[in-house]
């Protein structure tokens, strides 16, 4: 058969446990919707799902093993995201810190940063779990296809697919409670703990 659809089920169930649990990509879309919007949570997910297509895209052409293969370059991108995490948690505290300052009891609700999609770009191309990922999950469910790029075209699109309704759903649901979330103390507490989440996941990039 060209593709394999008997293969679907397994994978619909094991890309929702991987897509439901947090990652760095749902701590940015939290945060940014909950400072600056919608339209702003919306366009730092395109730029995270144009880095994941991209990387999606190597696994499927094959330059993704190349890539994994070569020690340099994976620990470049390793580095490289546990750096941009480490700078996004520093910035975080840095604003608590000169809003603070300059308020004394609250937070100001206005931008961060003016540049979402790149920083949600930024955020997702520098990490390179999700082509180690791809590489590791989605040859897996290939199963019987005379087609196997195919396949995994099929595969990367369902995936990327499922990926983006959740984080829609992330962005709409922050951006509709986010009035409730502005309080000076609820507000700091989730900036301290989005700070925390890159720190500890830009540890893990470059531990494992």
């Known amino acids: 058969m060209l593709l394999d659809f008997t293969t679907l089920p397994a994978f619909l169930l094991a890309s929702a446990v991987v897509v439901l649990t947090p990652g760095v990509d749902a701590f940015l879309l ?4 909950l400072r600056q919007g919608i339209g702003a ?23 993704g093993t ?15 995201g546990a750096a941009y995490l480490v700078y996004l948690a520093v910035m975080i505290v840095r604003g608590l810190w000169l809003t603070r300052k300059e308020t004394g009891d609250g937070l100001e609700t206005g931008s961060t940063t003016d540049r979402p999609y790149l920083q949600g770009l930024l955020s997702n191309i520098t990490n390179p779990k999700m082509l180690l990922f791809s590489l590791a999950f989605l040859p897996q469910f290939v199963g019987a296809a ?29 951006a509709r409670i986010a009035d409730r979330l502005r309080r000076p103390k609820i507000a700091r507490s989730l900036d301290m703990i989005s700070a925390a989440a890159f720190l500890t996941i830009s540890v893990g990039l470059v531990t494992t």
């Open 30 to 33: 939290l945060r940014t919707s």
């Open 41 to 63: 949570g919306l366009r730092a997910l395109l730029g995270i799902h144009t880095a994941s297509i991209l990387q999606v895209a190597l696994v499927i052409c094959g330059l």
């Open 66 to 80: 190349l890539i994994t293969n070569n020690p340099a370059v994976l620990a470049t991108l390793k580095w490289a």
């Open 146 to 174: 005379t087609a196997p790029t195919l396949q995994l075209v099929l595969l990367g699109a369902v995936f990327l697919v499922l990926a983006a309704i959740w984080e829609v759903t992330i962005v709409l649901a922050a």
